[in-house]
């Protein structure tokens, strides 16, 4: 893993066979980084775990197991007292440039994973909602 942070801008570069989701929070760690958004991820991921919310905190979990362009992947970082709470968006292509979409839940990196990241001078909280069973977004 590569990455620098400059100002509020956080870039991260990932290479084979590296866990995104570890990865990204060690960087968001070694950087002191709080809240973010996540503006641009490409690259091409492999085991990747998307999920579809089915309401009531449960969500369809499907893994893609070979190599898979990663045309989008945002979302949103907060910084909890234990750790990151990480809400990511992604959409994958396949060969014959099929996309499938959802919650992104994990991967490895097949080839490479470059990213944006930028710091939010915010104080933001997320908090388990009873009727969603979801950890909401709420603002300090």
Same mark, same amino acid.
């Given at each position: 893993?590569?990455?620098?942070?400059?100002?509020?801008?956080?870039?991260?570069?990932?290479? /084979? *066979?590296?866990?995104?989701?570890?990865?990204?929070?060690?960087? &968001?760690?070694?950087?002191?980084?709080?809240?973010?958004?996540?503006?641009?991820?490409?690259?091409?991921?492999?085991?990747?775990?998307?999920?579809?919310? /089915? $309401? /009531?905190?449960? !969500?369809?979990?499907?893994?893609?197991?070979? *190599?898979?362009? &990663?045309?989008?992947?945002?979302?949103?970082?907060?910084?909890?007292?234990?750790?990151?709470? &990480?809400?990511?968006?992604?959409?994958?292509?396949?060969?014959? !440039?099929?996309?499938?979409?959802?919650?992104? $839940? $994990?991967? =490895?990196?097949?080839?490479?994973?470059?990213?944006?990241?930028?710091?939010?001078?915010?104080? &933001?909280?997320?908090? =388990?909602?009873?009727?969603? $069973?979801?950890?909401?977004? !709420?603002?300090?």
């Amino acid at each position: 893993m590569q990455f620098v942070k400059k100002g509020n801008i956080l870039v991260i570069r990932l290479f /084979k *066979d590296e866990d995104v989701l570890d990865s990204i929070k060690a960087a &968001l760690n070694k950087t002191g980084f709080k809240n973010g958004v996540i503006l641009s991820g490409i690259g091409m991921l492999k085991d990747i775990e998307l999920r579809v919310f /089915k $309401g /009531k905190g449960k !969500y369809a979990t499907k893994v893609f197991r070979k *190599d898979w362009e &990663l045309v989008s992947f945002s979302g949103n970082i907060v910084k909890t007292d234990e750790d990151y709470i &990480l809400h990511i968006h992604s959409a994958i292509a396949d060969h014959q !440039y099929k996309c499938f979409a959802g919650h992104f $839940g $994990g991967a =490895k990196v097949a080839v490479t994973l470059e990213l944006f990241v930028m710091g939010l001078p915010l104080k &933001l909280l997320r908090k =388990k909602e009873p009727e969603t $069973g979801l950890t909401g977004l !709420y603002l300090r």
